[in-house]
């Protein structure tokens, strides 16, 4: 198997899905003639034409809503945002159009649409660059959110992305496109959405990670094997639909938790995996679950204060500590 | 017509000018009101020709069907047999009636939560609508969505959208499918004038004539955005000179003048099918029932009211078929007891159907619903 980046996966997912299927097409800011701003779509324009992937205008409301109608009517879009700081702009088709038409129209207009790119904690950008805000769109019934950590799910499951008749948030981590890894050529190799993979197996303490998170708590539980405890890494990748019962029976086999992830604690993803786990699971529990979040403040721009915003090996190695009563 | 146009385009010139006048007009006298009337009249004569008489009279027949149903509607509100919210059309029912029949079937239609009269207009059954206001099994959204969004999808009916402004990237979308689909069809895209002030209109009309997508942009200038009045809202009152700003041909119509609005849409979709160009088209017209069913509507005055009303849209163009002899009494009975038993039998359908079933509350969630349980290959 090829060992790439998540760059050059998530770009070969859409040159295949392009191929395969005349219904897609690509459009975003800067995706064509630029390349894509993170090079994500290097080359698209070059091979499949300015019809099936084209530069819009900074407009985000505008060309999310235009993905949408396009979606009702037969077409395949993949909406790429520069970042998801931007989609805050389109929240109003994501959500009131995109999530609820096949609700509101009484099964008549699914939107078969991705809206991919670029979120999570960029590099010393501040505070409106740099955010993870997936929780947001978890929230709603419609959509589907999808977040992967290596390369191979990337391609696996944005080649899902592409294929599934719903609206999918595709959340790329703005810090880990050169991050490589061994991934399948096979242009039939897909990873359907709602599964969670278990990243390492281990007897002791339950780490639930995504996204960035995933190599952080790797490391911290190469570090913590070390000193005795054996870690289980669970990265969920989709996380609506989430695959709770592969954490739940994770946290029945190692009875204690730790949530890891890179977004604010209030109302994020892990406060609804946590209250999960106590609903499913409390008598399982020999500890407290324990979360790993963001700090609860906008990002800051200087290194030293963004390095304590963001969750980092060590604050999962203390929280890991925590649960397993290690001093 | 299909030149490229910064200026709006008229059609005719002085007296789409002289329509415009009339409607600007704050406080006219009885006299000049029937001057008005008889003008207006006398322009919509001069768009009868070429126009069989049994196209006329279905346009009529149309605007009344809107009508009754609307007042139909009302009576089952105040009733308690619908809740929510409820616009009514009425009013405007030669706009959509007007614009839809220069339509092709295959067109599509999509516009804002006041949307039975477009509805009815692209063919969908009074039935299914009038269910769906009662929240029944058998209505057009199945009862899921109401009174705002009605969908028909086989007479590519895209939809009631309840965001103000929110269906106007997507029939930008839809228009953007059907030039990549190399098909020929338009859309139309209906809003008010209050969603001319949101960021969606300005994105769309931007990217639309920028691409040339076939999108008619169709404004409904019903001068009140809920009970703001255009002059308290919007700095530049002129909404189809807005079109110059993207280089779109734009349009002024008399919105209540059936012909007037069949006409211009006609030009706009010819443009739209030939060149793939959109068109911005601001039709005045006037509600003459609230913004809702629970306007109080203290923010304009009855004379106000009354003063549109003379130009009744319904009435003005049953005096024209009246006087060029399209229609007699009879044919007119006719009308009206056909269209009296439709309105009578969609209520009759909607109080018989069953409400939804408890387990509906679940579907059509996703096309593609998932259930992590099962799709775990461990």
């Not at chain 2, 809920?226 to 807005?242: D, I």
């Not at chain 2, 109080?351 to 775990?376: G, H, L, M, Q």
Request: charged letters at 25%; proline letters at 5%.
């Amino acid at each position: 198997m090829p060992t790439i980046t998540i760059r050059e996966a998530l770009n070969q997912a859409i040159r295949e899905e392009l191929a395969r299927d005349e219904r897609v097409f690509l459009m975003g800011e800067e995706v064509a003639a630029y390349d894509g701003a993170y090079k994500v779509t290097k080359g698209l324009l070059n091979e499949f034409g300015p019809k099936r992937v084209i530069d819009s205008p900074i407009t985000e409301l505008g060309f999310a809503g235009l993905g949408v109608g396009a979606a009702m009517v037969g077409l395949r879009p993949i909406i790429e945002f520069m970042t998801f700081n931007f989609s805050i702009l389109a929240t109003d088709q994501i959500i009131n159009s995109a999530a609820k038409m096949l609700y509101m129209s009484g099964g008549q207009y699914n939107i078969p649409i991705v809206f991919r790119g670029p979120g999570g904690s960029a590099f010393q950008v501040s505070s409106q660059h740099s955010q993870a805000i997936e929780s947001w769109f978890a929230y709603f019934p419609g959509i589907k959110v999808v977040m992967p950590s290596t390369p191979a799910d990337a391609k696996g499951l944005l080649k899902s992305a592409i294929r599934d008749d719903d609206p999918v948030i595709f959340i790329e981590q703005e810090r880990m496109y050169g991050n490589k890894g061994e991934v399948p050529d096979d242009p039939d190799f897909t990873i359907p959405l709602g599964v969670a993979d278990i990243k390492r197996e281990g007897t002791d303490v339950t780490i639930v990670a995504r996204s960035l998170m995933v190599p952080i708590a790797l490391k911290a539980a190469e570090k913590l094997q070390e000193q005795g405890v054996s870690c289980e890494v669970i990265d969920p990748r989709t996380i609506r639909p989430l695959d709770i019962d592969t954490i739940i029976e994770s946290v029945k086999k190692t009875n204690r938790v730790v949530l890891a992830e890179e977004s604010h604690p209030i109302c994020g993803i892990n406060a609804e995996i946590s209250s999960q786990i106590t609903e499913r699971a409390f008598d399982y529990l020999d500890a407290p679950i324990k979360r790993v979040s963001a700090l609860d403040v906008p990002m800051p721009y200087a290194k030293n204060l963004e390095n304590l915003v963001v969750p980092d090996i060590d604050r999962v190695i203390a929280a890991v500590k925590e649960v397993a009563y290690i001093e | 017509m299909s030149k490229q146009s910064a200026e709006p385009v008229s059609a005719s010139g002085a007296e789409e000018k002289s329509s415009t006048g009339v409607l600007e007009a704050p406080d006219t006298d009885v006299k000049s009101l029937s001057r008005e009337r008889d003008a207006a009249k006398m322009r919509q004569k001069g768009r009868l020709g070429g126009l069989n008489p049994e196209t006329l009279i279905e346009l009529y027949r149309q605007m009344v069907l809107i009508r009754r149903f609307e007042e139909k509607a009302a009576e089952v509100y105040s009733a308690g047999k619908i809740g929510g919210f409820c616009h009514l059309y009425i009013g405007q029912e030669a706009v959509a009636v007007g614009s839809l029949s220069a339509l092709r079937k295959d067109d599509y239609v999509m516009t804002s939560y006041r949307d039975h009269g477009h509805a009815l207009a692209k063919g969908m059954a009074p039935e299914s609508l009038m269910a769906e206001l009662y929240g029944k099994a058998t209505g057009c959204s199945k009862g899921k969505g109401g009174s705002m969004h009605m969908f028909g999808k086989d007479v590519n009916f895209l939809g009631g959208h309840g965001i103000v402004g929110g269906q106007i990237p997507l029939a930008t979308g839809t228009a953007f499918a059907s030039k990549y689909q190399g098909t020929d069809q338009v859309t139309l895209c209906f809003f008010g004038e209050a969603a001319v002030n949101q960021g969606s209109f300005h994105e769309s009309l931007n990217m639309a004539q920028l691409w040339k997508l076939p999108a008619i942009y169709i404004c409904e200038n019903n001068r009140y955005g809920m009970g703001t009045s255009l002059e308290r809202a919007m700095s530049l009152q002129n909404v189809a000179q807005k079109g110059e700003a993207y280089g779109m041909a734009s349009e002024f119509v008399d919105g209540m003048d059936v012909l007037a609005v069949r006409e211009a849409t006609a030009r706009a979709v010819e443009r739209g099918r030939k060149d793939h160009l959109p068109t911005l088209l601001e039709i005045r017209t006037y509600r003459f029932m609230g913004h809702s069913m629970s306007d109080p509507g203290n923010y304009r005055t009855r004379a106000e009211i009354e003063k549109y009303q003379e130009r009744d849209p319904l009435k003005l163009f049953l005096a024209t078929l009246k006087e060029e002899k399209i229609v007699d009494d009879k044919k007119l009975k006719e009308i009206d007891d056909e269209v009296h038993k439709q309105v009578e039998n969609a209520v009759r359908f909607a109080e018989e159907s069953p409400f939804p079933d408890p387990a509906e509350v679940y579907t059509d969630i996703y096309a593609n619903p998932i259930d992590p349980s099962k799709n775990r290959s461990r």
